[in-house]
């Protein structure tokens, strides 16, 4: 269940008045994410989800979470086809997108998904969108993306992330019980507070300082600091 509170100060994310929703992973064909998806869904307007497939540039994805979402949820999918620099540039896409209540950026490798929208018009749209009241969803190694830096599939090696987090990082598929590539994540240059989001488990960044979380996730300041648990309890009436 999702539960909301006030986030910790140093939780940071881009302007606007609409949600951001890390996603720490889960296989949706077996409903892992349920929950979770319908934290985002409860504020999610009316019109179709915008998929965002770069990160794993399968065509495959797309189609199961159409058919998931609608079978599931009772909502639409389109599928704007961003898998690479240029096509974050087409107006037809930035259009789409445009368009969408919510846009989700699906999991694959981080890598690929900064690759495509790293300073890129349809970067412009999704953060507008945030800003103007939208949602938009990162699922896994596309939450990993939005931070600072980002683990890279090269091993041992980091990339820039999409810094929509500002000074942040995120660990998805998280133990708290082996946190070492979230701290070595919290040691690079730039970084000064990480999430780590389990599977199953999501935390939501809402306007004016709102947080939500489904299932147990923890945040951490500085690369030495504790690991806080993220409780969000409800909000007083």
């Not at 846009?103 to 018009?121: K, N």
């Not at 600072?148 to 990339?159: D, K, M, N, Q, T």
């Not at 000074?167 to 780590?196: C, K, M, Y």
């Amino acid at each position: 269940m999702s539960e909301t509170s006030r986030r910790p100060d140093f939780l940071r994310r881009p302007p606007g008045d609409g949600w951001l929703a890390l996603l720490g992973g889960g296989e949706i064909t077996f409903g892992e994410t349920i929950e979770a998806d319908d934290a985002w869904l409860a504020h999610t307007g009316e019109g179709p989800i915008g998929f965002v497939p770069a990160a794993s540039g399968s065509v495959d994805y797309g189609h199961q979470l159409a058919d998931y979402l609608e079978g599931e949820h009772g909502r639409l999918i389109e599928v704007v086809p961003i898998y690479r620099p240029r096509d974050a540039r087409r107006g037809r896409n930035l259009e789409r997108l445009a368009e969408c209540a919510a846009i989700y950026l699906g999991a694959g490798v981080a890598d690929q998904l900064v690759e495509a929208l790293a300073g890129s018009p349809a970067a412009e749209v999704i953060l507008d969108r945030l800003r103007r009241g939208g949602v938009v969803v990162a699922m896994a190694a596309a939450a990993q993306a939005l931070g600072r830096v980002a683990r890279s599939i090269r091993v041992g090696r980091f990339v820039d992330g999409l810094d929509w987090l500002p000074g942040g990082v995120v660990e998805t598929n998280f133990d708290p019980g082996h946190d070492r590539r979230l701290r070595q994540s919290l040691a690079r240059p730039g970084v000064s507070w990480g999430l780590g989001v389990p599977a199953e488990s999501a935390v939501l960044l809402g306007p004016g300082g709102a947080l939500e979380t489904v299932g147990t996730a923890f945040a951490v300041e500085g690369a030495e600091g504790e690991l806080i648990e993220l409780d969000a309890p409800p909000a007083a009436s």
